[in-house]
Each structure stands twice: as C-alpha cells, then as structure tokens.
C-alpha cells in the first residue's frame, strides 16, 4: 500500500512539473507613448530650421534684386532707392530706426531716415554733424569698417557723455547699433544705419546684408553720377549742334543776298535770341554820333 501510494505522487508531482514546463507565456504587450523618438524630433527641427533659412534667403535676395530695379529705373533720382534700401533693411534686419548718411566735408548730413522722430531728423537738419571719435560713426568714419555696438549704455561714447549719443540715446532710446560704411574706391562717400530699442545684437547674416545693402547704396550713387555726366554732356552735344547750325544759316544768307543786310540781320538775331534763351532782342548801328534800330 505504500508503494501504491507512493506512486500516486510521484505522478501527481511530474503532472504538475510538466503544466509548469509546458506553460506559454503570453507576450508583454507594447507601451504606448505619447512621445516621439529623439531621432523623428532632431529631424523635425533641421526641417523646420532649412525652411526658415530658405524664406530668409529669398527675401533676402528679393529685396536686393528690388533695390537693383530701382536703380536702373531710377533715372537719377535717389530718394526712392534710398528709401528701398533703408526699409528693407529695417525690416530683414529687425531694427527700428535706419539712417542714411552722405560724407559733407568733415561731417555727414542725411539723405534718408526712416521711422526717426522729428528731433532726431532735426539733428542734421541744422547742418553736418561731426561725430566724436569715440562715438560709433566716428570709429566707422575712422576704420572704414562695419562698427556693431551690442549694447550703446555701455560703450564708451556714452560713459563719455558725447553730446550726439547722449541726445541719440535720449530721443531714439536705441540700445543695439550698427553701421556699414560706404565705400568707393576705398573712399568713405557715406554709411547705413540702424538701431534697435532693445539689447539684441544683429546675427552675421544680417551684418552681411547691411554690407550688402551699403555697396548698393553706393551703386545708385554712381550710377546717378553717370547718367547726369551723360546728359550734360548730351545738352553740351546739342547746344553746340545748334549753334553751328545757326552759323551755318547766317553763312547761308549771307552768300545767298550780297549787298543786303536786313535778311542776314534779322537771321544773326533771330538766332541769338534762340539760343539765349531771351525774349527778344535789337541790333544797332553806331555812326559815330548815335545808335540807329536796324531790325
């Protein structure tokens, strides 16, 4: 009996060693995650980082190309660029105020301002301003180079107390400067300018842009130079043509009646008045004793 026994657990305990055995285990179901992989949101950044570099570079590029339009469409007249150039500037470059300035003997005077109030634009106004040496434009006037200020309260123009940063300061409230000179052959013939009322400093890309548009700047200044050469020299062309033409007449009459000279009078002032410019004119014969009206 106890070996009966004794295989009955035996087999009881292999039955329930061979349900452990043979037991599946179910798979652990997948976590669920509201998260996106590292790898899908560095992707997604770049992508979103070349967009932003993409729409910056064409406007960019749109803004030059529409100031070069304006040049070539300008016919001398450099108000309209000057204003171009100082609002794309302000705008691709984040700033608030823009200034254009034109070398004046030993000073600058303004051709263009934007978004400056009156007491500022009233500044120049009054004359060329002759900046300290210390002061930003006076470093650039110096160096011939862009001069990039991140924060003007703590340059040392103003712990200077110079009068036309202080009252700059003081009307504009600008705190981040930068300017682009000019240049022309070298020379410093002006500089752009603009200003931000907060301490931001302007990244490379748009320094570069300001350099950008400072050289086309100095495009449209030559290119008004030229073609105001061009018609003076044209106008000169033409006068002279005319006046020959009026000789030619004269010469003309005068083979043409021999012995008579009211025609060739009348001719010789007729062309004289043309040419002038004047309204109306008289020749007189002397007799030794008096004047006498011939035409």
């Known amino acids: 009996m106890a070996d009966i026994g004794t295989r009955a657990a035996d087999s009881d305990a292999m ?35 070349l967009k932003r570099e993409r729409d910056e570079a064409l406007e960019r590029e749109k803004a030059t190309a529409e100031v070069l339009r304006l040049i070539s469409a300008s016919s001398g007249k450099l108000e309209p660029v000057f204003d171009a150039i100082l609002a ?15 070398v004046d003997g030993d000073g600058f005077r303004a051709a263009a301002t934007k978004n400056a109030p009156k007491a500022y634009a009233d500044i120049y106004a009054k004359g060329p301003v002759r900046p300290g040496p210390h002061t930003a434009i006076g ?21 200077e107390r110079d009068p036309l940063r202080l009252v700059a300061a003081k009307i504009l409230k600008a705190r981040t400067f930068l300017a682009a000179p000019m240049l022309k052959e070298g020379e410093l013939i002006g500089a752009i300018i603009i200003r931000r009322q ?21 495009i449209a200044i030559e290119n008004t130079r030229l073609l105001n050469e061009l ?10 043509l005319e006046q020959q033409t009026a000789t030619s007449e004269v010469l003309g009459i005068i083979s043409s009646s021999p012995g008579e000279l009211e025609p060739v009078f009348a001719a010789m ?12 004119g008289n020749i007189y014969r002397w007799d030794a004793e008096a004047l006498h009206l011939v035409v």
């Open 269 to 280: 002032l007729r062309n004289a008045v043309q040419l002038c410019d004047a309204k109306f």
């Open 15 to 49: 039955k329930n060693r061979r349900r452990t055995t043979t037991k599946a285990k179910r798979p652990s179901a997948p976590k669920v995650s509201g998260r996106r992989k590292p790898s899908s949101v560095n992707a997604d950044a770049t992508i979103a980082l």
């Open 139 to 159: 470093r650039m006037a110096k160096t011939k180079s862009v001069v990039h200020i991140h924060d003007i309260r703590a340059d040392r123009a103003f712990t």
């Open 88 to 102: 794309s500037a302000l705008r691709l470059c984040e700033a608030k105020f823009g200034s254009l300035l034109l």
């Open 231 to 240: 018609r003076q020299r044209s106008s000169d062309l033409s006068e002279s």
């Open 198 to 218: 907060e301490v931001r400093p302007f990244t490379n890309k748009q320094i570069e842009l300001l350099t950008t548009f400072a050289a086309q700047a100095v």
